[in-house]
C-alpha cells in the first residue's frame, strides 16, 4: 500500500520529526551543489540549521539565498516512503536569537542531558570569529509540496498552502 | 550617527580582460563587492547596533555596481548610492578619491568606513587620500574599532607597533581584513532589499567638471602592461622518489646557505653625486628605537639610480634621529640633505603637521620625485601628502626608472596577474611607494659630499603605540605554508623543522584565511616580498597573488602531490609528494 501524508497535521509533524533534510543551492555562475544537513523546525516550520561560512553550500547562498529542500527518509521500503520538498529562502541567524535556536538544535538531536552536555559545542562557538566560523542559518519555506493523493501512481505533487499549515 | 561606507564591484579574480586603453572595463564582466568592504559593511553594522543611526552604501562604478549595493543594503545598510558618469571612467585614485570625498559631504558623514584595498587597482591609496580631502581623522590598517565618547578608538597595527588611535568626528576609517567576521543577510533584509531605491548621482548632481574626474582629471596614467604570467619561468623539474626527493633537499638547502658571492670592487656601479647641486628626489624615511629602518634604506637605495640619471640628490626626511647615526647611515647611501621632524614616530605623529612640514621642506629644496616605503606609515601618510599636493602617486611600485626625463613606475595589479608601468601627469610631485625587498640592489659605491642637516620643526604625539615582534623574512632559506597543508599536527612538525635549521616561515593568503597561519607571516601581493636564496613551498599551487610576493627568490622547490601548468612555471623542482610524505623525508635528513 502507498503510504501518503494526507493532512496537514501529519506534514507538520513530519517536518518537525524529521532530523535531516537535503539542500540544493545554486550559486549565480549557475554551479549548482546539494548538501545534506541536521536541522531543527521551529512552531512557525522556520528551519534552521548551522554551517561553516567557507563551505560550498554556503559561499552559493551567499550569492543566491534562494534554496530548494527536501526532506524524506531514505531507509523506508519502496512504498511507504514519502516526504515533503519545495523552495526556500536562507539567511543567517541574528545573533540575539542564537542561544534559542542553539538549544533548541542540540536538545532535538541529543536529548540526553548529560550527553549534551558534554559534546555539544557551546553557542558562543556559532559567534566566534576565529576559524572555522561555524554559524547558525533560518530557513523560510516560501513554496511546499508532498505527494498529490489524486495522483498516486505517477507520484505527482500538490502544494501545500503554507498559511494552513503553519496555522 | 552617519555612517557611509565606501564599497566597491570588482571583475571576479578569473575574469580579467583590460581595455585598450588599460581601463578596467566595467560592463559585460561578471563583479563582486570587494572582499575587503564587507568587514567594512560589517564594522558598520556592529557600530550602529551600538550608537544607533543609519548607514549609507556609496559605490562609485557603472550600472553593474547595482547588485553590490543591494547585497550591502540585504546585509543591513539603511541607504545605497551609486557614484555613476561616464566621465567618471578611468579615475586614478586621486580622481576616485575627489569624487568620493564629494559625494560624502553631499549625502552627509560622521562616520566613514571601508576597506583597506580593492582586489583590482589594489592602491590602498583611496582612503588616505579621501581623509585628506576631507580633513577628516583618518585611521588606516584598523584591526578593532572602539565606539567611545565623542569619538572611536581605533586600534592599527604597523609592522613593528600596535597603535591605539582616538578619533573624533568626522572621522574616516579602513579596516583590516580580519577584524570581524562578515555576516550573511538574513531573510527579512534580502526581502526589504529588493524594494529600496538605489540613488544615482552623476558628475552634475555632485557639481563635478570633467577636467576633474576621469582619465582627464586623473594624475597618473598606465603606458603598458605586461602579463606577470609570461614574465616568471621556472625550469619546472618534476621529481617523486624519495630517495631522489631526499637527495636533492640536502644539496639545495647547502647550496642555498654556502652560497656567498664574493663582490669585488670592480663590480660595483660608482655613483658619483660629491659635486650634485639641488636634492630633487625626497626619500621619507621611518625610525625605530633611533635607527633608520631597513624599508627606508632600501628605497634610498632605489632612489640613487634615479638621481644619477636626473644629475641630481637626494633628500631625506627622518624623525628624531641623532647626528651621528645620520652621518654614519645616511651619507654613504648618497643622502645630501637631510630635514629631521623632531618627532619619536611619525606615524603616531599628527597626520596634518607631518604632510605640512614634508611639503614645506618639498618646496625649499625644489623636489621633484617623493618616495616612501610600502609600510604602514607609506599607505597613510603618501596619500595624504599626495591629495594635499595635488600629486600623483603610484603604490607599491617595484622597479622605477627615469627615461626623457619622467619616473616611470612598476607595480603588480589586477590580483598579481600583470604588471603596470605608470607616470605621473599634471602634478606637482611624482610619488611613489616602492615594495620592500622587492628586488636585490646591485652593489654600488657612492662619492658624496658632507651632508647638510636641517630641524624642520616639531610634531606632536597624538596616540600610543607599544612595540610587537615583527616577523623576520630575510633567511636565506624560507618556507611557505600553502592551503595544502590542512593537518595542524603536520604544520606543528613542519615549524620544528624550520625552528631548528632557522629557517624563515612564510605563508599565502588562503593559509592565513584559513587560520592556519598569522598574518604576519603572509608574502605575497597584499603581502611582504621576500628575496631568499631558497623557496620551499609546500602545498602552495602558484597563485600569482603569492608567487608576486617570492618572484626573486633564487630557487624555488614546491612540495605538492600535483603537477599543474601554473607550479611547473614558478619551481625549479616539483616534489610531486604530499606535505606528510615531505614531512617523513625531513625527520630522516
Known amino acids: 500500500m502507498i503510504k501518503m501524508m494526507k493532512d496537514l497535521n501529519e506534514v507538520k509533524k513530519f517536518i518537525v520529526e524529521s532530523k535531516y533534510l537535503c539542500l540544493g543551492v545554486c550559486d549565480t555562475e549557475g554551479n549548482a551543489w546539494t548538501c545534506p544537513l541536521t536541522y531543527v523546525a521551529d512552531g512557525k516550520l522556520n528551519i534552521y540549521f548551522h554551517s561553516a561560512l567557507d563551505s560550498t553550500h554556503i559561499e552559493a547562498i551567499r550569492e543566491n539565498p534562494y534554496v530548494s529542500f527536501s526532506i524524506y527518509d531514505s531507509t523506508s521500503p519502496l512504498g511507504e516512503v514519502d516526504g515533503i520538498q519545495g523552495k526556500a529562502i536562507v539567511g543567517q541567524l541574528d545573533a540575539e536569537d542564537v542561544g534559542f535556536v542553539h538549544d533548541m538544535f542540540f536538545k532535538k538531536h541529543i536529548p540526553d542531558d548529560a550527553i549534551r552536555k558534554m559534546y555539544a559545542p557551546p553557542a558562543a562557538a556559532f559567534l566566534s570569529d576565529a576559524f572555522p566560523q561555524k554559524r547558525f542559518f533560518k530557513m523560510q519555506i516560501l513554496e511546499a509540496y508532498k505527494k498529490d493523493l489524486e495522483l498516486p501512481m505517477v507520484f505527482r505533487r500538490q502544494k501545500i498552502e503554507l498559511d494552513d499549515l503553519i496555522n | 550617527m552617519n555612517i557611509a561606507v565606501l564599497i566597491k564591484s570588482v571583475p571576479r579574480s578569473s575574469d580579467l580582460n583590460l581595455n585598450p586603453d588599460f581601463t578596467i572595463p566595467r560592463s559585460g564582466q561578471r563583479m563582486e563587492v570587494n572582499k575587503s568592504d564587507l568587514y567594512a559593511i560589517e564594522e558598520a553594522l556592529r557600530i550602529r547596533k551600538k550608537t544607533g543611526g543609519i548607514i549609507r552604501v556609496i559605490s562609485m562604478g557603472s550600472k553593474s555596481s547595482i547588485n553590490g549595493l543591494r547585497y550591502a543594503l540585504s546585509m543591513g545598510a539603511d541607504e545605497a548610492f551609486l557614484i555613476s558618469d561616464d566621465a567618471f571612467r578611468g579615475s586614478d585614485s586621486y580622481a576616485t578619491s575627489l569624487v568620493l570625498s564629494t559625494a560624502i559631504r553631499k549625502t552627509g558623514a560622521d562616520l566613514v568606513i571601508c576597506g583597506k584595498r580593492s582586489s583590482d587597482g589594489s592602491t590602498a591609496q583611496v582612503p588616505s587620500e579621501t581623509a585628506a580631502m576631507l580633513g577628516y581623522d583618518l585611521s588606516v590598517n584598523t584591526v578593532r574599532c572602539d565606539v567611545a565618547e565623542n569619538g572611536i578608538i581605533c586600534t592599527e597595527k604597523s609592522e613593528y607597533s600596535e597603535i591605539i588611535r582616538k578619533l573624533g568626528f568626522p572621522a574616516l576609517i579602513a579596516v583590516e581584513n580580519g577584524i570581524n567576521t562578515p555576516r550573511l543577510p538574513d531573510i527579512n533584509c534580502i526581502i526589504k532589499s529588493r524594494e529600496k531605491e538605489i540613488n544615482i548621482l552623476g558628475a552634475a548632481e555632485l557639481g563635478i567638471s570633467p577636467g576633474e574626474c576621469g582619465i582627464n582629471g586623473s594624475l597618473t596614467r598606465v603606458v603598458s602592461t605586461e602579463r606577470i604570467s609570461a614574465v616568471i619561468t621556472r625550469e619546472g623539474k618534476c621529481i617523486g622518489s624519495t630517495d631522489e626527493i631526499r637527495a636533492s633537499l640536502i644539496s639545495e638547502t647547502s647550496s642555498a646557505v654556502n652560497d656567498n658571492e664574493d663582490i669585488t670592487v670592480s663590480d660595483k656601479k660608482l655613483y658619483d653625486l660629491s659635486a650634485l647641486s639641488g636634492n630633487r628626489v625626497m626619500v621619507i624615511c621611518e625610525c625605530r628605537n633611533g635607527r633608520i629602518c631597513e624599508e627606508s634604506l632600501y628605497v634610498i637605495r632605489k632612489a640613487l639610480p634615479i638621481a644619477d640619471k636626473l644629475k641630481t640628490g637626494i633628500t631625506a626626511v627622518i624623525p628624531r634621529c641623532d647626528d651621528h647615526t645620520v652621518k654614519e647611515i645616511l651619507a654613504p647611501l648618497g643622502v645630501g640633505k637631510v630635514y629631521r ?228 612555471r614558478i619551481s625549479d623542482v616539483i616534489y610531486n609528494i604530499n606535505s606528510k610524505e615531505f614531512i617523513d623525508i625531513i625527520r630522516k635528513v
Open chain 2, 341 to 568: 621632524i623632531d618627532a619619536e614616530d611619525l606615524l603616531t605623529s599628527d597626520i596634518n603637521s607631518v604632510a605640512e612640514l614634508i611639503l614645506k621642506a618639498a618646496e625649499t629644496e625644489d623636489i621633484r620625485t617623493i618616495l616612501l616605503p610600502s609600510t604602514v606609515l607609506g599607505m597613510r601618510l603618501a596619500p595624504y601628502i599626495a591629495a594635499k599636493s595635488h600629486s600623483g602617486l603610484t603604490a607599491d611600485c617595484i622597479e622605477l626608472w627615469v627615461d626623457e626625463d619622467k619616473l616611470y613606475q612598476k607595480r603588480p595589479a589586477f590580483s598579481g596577474k600583470v604588471n603596470a608601468v605608470i607616470i605621473s601627469q599634471n602634478s606637482a610631485y611624482e610619488m611613489a611607494t616602492v615594495k620592500p625587498f622587492a628586488c636585490e640592489t646591485e652593489p654600488y659605491e657612492v662619492r658624496h659630499a658632507e651632508i647638510d642637516i636641517k630641524d624642520q620643526g616639531s610634531c606632536e604625539t597624538v596616540c600610543e603605540s607599544s612595540p610587537s615582534e615583527m616577523v623576520a623574512l630575510d633567511q636565506q632559506i624560507i618556507v611557505g605554508i600553502g592551503a595544502g597543508v590542512t593537518d595542524k599536527d603536520e604544520l606543528e612538525l613542519i615549524k620544528e623543522w624550520c625552528c631548528k635549521n632557522k629557517y624563515g616561515l612564510a605563508a599565502t593568503r588562503r593559509a592565513v584565511d584559513t587560520g592556519m597561519m598569522p598574518v604576519d607571516h603572509q608574502v605575497g601581493l597584499t603581502g611582504r616580498m621576500i628575496s631568499p636564496k631558497l623557496y620551499i613551498a609546500i602545498g602552495i599551487s602558484g597563485a600569482l597573488e603569492h608567487i608576486v610576493g617570492v618572484t626573486n627568490a633564487g630557487r624555488v622547490i614546491s612540495v605538492n602531490p600535483s603537477r599543474s601548468e601554473s607550479l611547473s
